[in-house]
């Protein structure tokens, strides 16, 4: 009996020896006994589609940049108009100078550009003068057409430093009409 408890001690032991085996890695972190699967090559068709669909996306993103300028000049405009009509900038007036800011972020951001957090001021003021609404409101007209102008220029495979800082003009132009002051 006693040699029997020796071979059941001696069985469990190598049973939780052998268990312990697979919990082991290789050298690259893979459990014994897997092997590592081989990639097989993209076929060529599917490398070809995928190379069109992401030319075909990035046409379709400049197509939306441009359609994007096209909408934030006609904005631009009916604001200048409302003011000439008015003498003032009304609340619909500030939400669509609002939404011309938001569009702008977009189209700059579209053409990788950044925030340099271009002073009203520097943009407006001529000989030391105090900038007013209506300035902003005619330097916001022309600085949005010369962003348009700017964005008809690229293509979808260049960044223009000019329109970035038509951009970055746009903003803080709106930042100032919606301000008030």
Known sequence: MNSRIYILLSLFCLAFA???????????DRPFGFERRREEPVP???LETREKMRINKLSKDYAEMLDRGEEVL??????????TANGRLSGVDI?????????VKKIRD?????DDDEKVDDILSEHDK???VADAVTTLKTTTATLMD???KTTRFSISAAAIQS??????ITRFLRSGK
Do not use: C, H, W, Y
């Open 74 to 83: 006609k904005l631009t405009e009916r604001v200048m108009r409302s003011f």
């Open 167 to 172: 951009t970055n003009a746009v903003i803080a």
């Open 95 to 103: 939400a669509t100078i609002g939404s011309i800011e938001k569009d």
């Open 130 to 132: 105090q900038p007013t």
């Open 110 to 114: 579209d053409l990788g550009g950044d």
């Open 44 to 46: 060529k068709n599917v």
């Open 18 to 28: 052998a268990s312990a085996v697979p919990g082991q890695t290789g050298a690259d």
């Open 150 to 152: 700017e964005l008809k």
